[in-house]
């Protein structure tokens, strides 16, 4: 059992940074309900796995591996927390202007609509290589080594550049 | 197109993503303290299912291994020694299963999201696929099924019967299950005879359990 400070601290943190949790949803979900779900069952899974961090990582290392985690494992098993037991408030309730990726015609949009088209991992690894992680903690986070991680990111941006240049002809 | 283009692609999305607003998480987040929501939330997850779908066959298995003893220790003569190996070897492999479904559910338990991607998903598409894994120890016991029957009197009465039939059919259980035990496995998840052994619907989240397995594998090799 965690001690209140240290539950305040975790959820301030997570609160700090929810900018990861919707990016993920985003790129794992298209539909807004789904979205919803997922970021619920994120922060859900970061609380109960908060006592497991450890200062060995930084924080946002280890809340990118369990949010990713959670969403991988979300999307491939289609699951849906409709069967939450609701709280006093309800529902998180995401405010975005995103339309489905797959209706968009904008220049960033048809960026997401490849990058929905992606395995699972290998959204996960352009994700973090969007985002801007080193290498090393790209590979700390995947669980794959480095040169693996910047092999594969050729082949992920090679593909992602030829599907929208194809687009553009 | 340049590597900066692609960066600037996201970047623009970034903006968007930055604007959205969780309207309601400071609240929300209020509340899964205030009510130790963790504490009184039902496990709702496909492997909490997987867990309680375990559960409930090692309960059945304990009830099937204890009749299986009662049979066992109601048939203690020589002339039935037959039945009682046969019966016994039964129990030996329901044991087996037994064991592996107790790990199973401990090894569920065990699932750690704040591991790597690659160790987290690796781990629960193999429990979500061990079903499949139980199964192959089970055929094992395949041909015990077509032994326990046998004995002494229906081999000196009827020998052309028994070594036309019965022996035969028993070899070929034997032959049949071990094979199965040797190839039922992610690398044959593609084979006709796979798809068509595992077609039915309960199958489905096994077999796609396997294949996510073998695309994990992909996965991880390193590639020039």
């Known amino acids: 059992m965690q001690a209140k400070s240290d539950k305040d601290d975790l959820l301030k943190l997570i609160l700090e940074n929810k900018g990861i949790i919707l990016k993920i949803c985003n790129s794992y979900c298209h539909d807004k309900a789904d979205r919803e779900d997922l970021a619920q069952e994120i922060i859900i899974q970061l609380w109960k796995s908060g006592k497991g961090f450890t200062p060995d990582f930084k924080f946002t290392t280890w809340m990118y591996r369990v949010a990713l985690n959670v969403a991988i494992s979300f999307y491939r098993t289609g699951q849906k927390q409709k069967e939450v037991i609701p709280l006093a408030e309800g529902h998180l309730n995401i405010q975005d202007n995103l339309l489905e990726p797959f209706h968009l015609e904008e220049k960033s949009n048809r960026l997401q609509r490849y990058i929905a088209e992606l395995k699972e991992l290998d959204k996960a690894l352009i994700l973090l290589y969007f985002e801007e992680k080193s290498y090393k903690e790209i590979a700390e986070i995947v669980g794959i080594t480095e040169t693996n991680v910047s092999t594969k990111l050729s082949r992920i941006k090679e593909k992602l550049k030829q599907n929208i240049d194809q687009e553009k002809k | ?224």
């Open chain 2, 1 to 224: 197109m340049e590597d900066n283009e692609l960066k600037n692609m996201w970047k623009e999305y970034d903006r968007k993503i930055e604007e959205s607003k969780i309207l309601n998480l400071q609240s929300w987040v209020l509340n899964l303290q205030a009510f130790e929501y963790i504490k009184t939330e039902k496990a709702k997850s496909k492997l909490n299912a997987l867990s309680r779908q375990k559960k409930w066959m090692i309960a059945l298995g304990f009830v099937w291994l204890f009749f299986l003893i009662f049979l066992i220790v109601n048939s203690l003569e020589f002339s039935k020694a037959f039945f009682i190996i046969s019966v016994g070897c039964i129990a030996l492999f329901t044991l087996i299963a037994i064991v592996t479904y107790i790990r199973h559910v401990i090894l569920i338990d065990e699932i750690d999201n704040s591991e790597s991607l690659v160790e987290t998903q690796e781990k629960a598409a193999k429990l979500q696929s061990s079903t499949l894994q139980t199964g192959r120890i089970l055929f094992l016991q395949t041909p015990f099924y077509s032994t326990f029957f046998w004995s002494q009197q229906m081999i000196t009465d009827a020998p052309l019967a028994f070594w036309t039939i019965s022996f035969p059919i028993a070899i070929f259980f034997v032959w049949l299950s071990v094979w199965l035990y040797r190839n039922i496995s992610f690398k044959n998840v593609n084979k006709k005879w796979f798809k068509i052994l595992f077609s039915s619907s309960e199958w489905t989240s096994v077999t796609k359990a396997l294949q996510y397995l073998e695309e994990i594998n992909e996965f991880k090799k390193e590639r020039g």
